[in-house]
């Protein structure tokens, strides 16, 4: 048999003593309440006040308006907040991929490939572009089309401007007379310049050919790169006399110019320039 500690034996009889709790009136000394307990009774009424106090202050902490009065527990605005800032998220995720993708096909437009199509992008790094499949970009590029959006949706379009290349002396690539104006709203942010056959093109700017090349479309077809953020373009010319990588400095011949790709019989120079990602009018720099 189990001997306990005299120490826990006493302990345990002190609980089991009894003790009688008497209310009385002072005045006359009147018995009005009376009831005997023992110290394991306080203990269980304790622990069931304890149970009642912690599920009551639950039951209204969690089921009615107290809860919102607690620093930090949302409320029904702040679930719609974070609702609205989810939407907000994946609407300008949505408009970050498009800008990648636009900015990839201008990549591809420059380096003298074809755009990529907004149902095929997906499929992009699981597709393999050979160099059969490698072409210039045609006149109703997605560059032309973003230009022509942009002035179309634009809420100043009367005040656009663009920034002034200071300083930078053009060569013009050809003497000439301007057959169709620089009209970016119209979808022409180029010009395009009569010419006789055989007429030499010269490069505008000191720069590198970074495209040279056939297109059925618009004949040999050349982009050179220039300082600060210029690009040239030379479209519907008859023979290339640079090649892709040449270096090349202003007024030096780059083409001979020709009908090859032209809508028309006549003889013209499509004639491009941009300026940090955005077409500039030529005439405003040099004369032809």
Same mark, same amino acid.
């Given at each position: 048999?189990?001997?306990?500690? &005299? ?99 201008? &990549? ?116 050179? &790169? ?63």
């Amino acid at each position: 048999m189990i001997q306990l500690p &005299q120490t826990i034996k006493k302990r345990l009889k002190n609980l089991e003593k009894r003790h009688r709790l008497v209310i009385t009136d002072e005045q006359n000394k009147t018995e009005m309440f009376a009831t005997a307990y023992n110290r394991k009774l306080y203990i269980a009424l304790a622990s069931v006040a304890a149970v009642i106090l912690i599920a009551g202050t639950y039951l209204l902490t969690a089921h009615t308006f107290i809860r919102y009065t607690i620093p930090g527990y949302p409320d029904q605005s702040t679930k719609e907040a974070a609702i609205e800032n989810l939407l907000k998220i994946d609407s300008l995720e949505r408009v970050i991929e498009t800008w990648a993708f636009q900015i990839a096909n201008i &990549q591809r437009v420059v380096t003298g490939m074809d755009p990529l199509q907004l149902d095929t992008a997906s499929a992009r790094s699981r597709t393999d572009v050979s160099s059969d499949t490698i072409a210039y970009a045609k006149e109703d590029s997605l560059l032309r089309a973003m230009i022509k959006e942009e002035e179309r949706f634009s809420l100043a379009k009367g005040r656009r401007h663009i920034t002034q290349i200071e300083g930078t002396h053009f060569y013009p690539p050809v003497k000439g007379v301007i057959a169709n104006e620089y009209n970016p709203a119209a979808g022409h942010p180029y010009i395009d310049i009569t010419l006789a056959t055989n007429t030499t093109v010269c490069a505008t700017l000191d720069g590198t050919v970074i495209s040279a090349g056939w297109n059925d479309d618009t004949g040999y077809t050349i982009y050179i &790169q220039h300082p600060n953020d210029i690009i040239s373009v030379y479209k519907h010319t008859e023979k290339l006399l640079v090649k892709t990588g040449d270096k090349v400095t202003a007024g030096s011949p780059v083409a001979l110019v020709g009908s090859a790709g032209s809508p028309s019989t006549n003889v013209l120079l499509h004639f491009e320039l941009w300026h940090k990602g955005e077409a500039i009018n030529p005439a405003q720099y040099m004369t032809f």
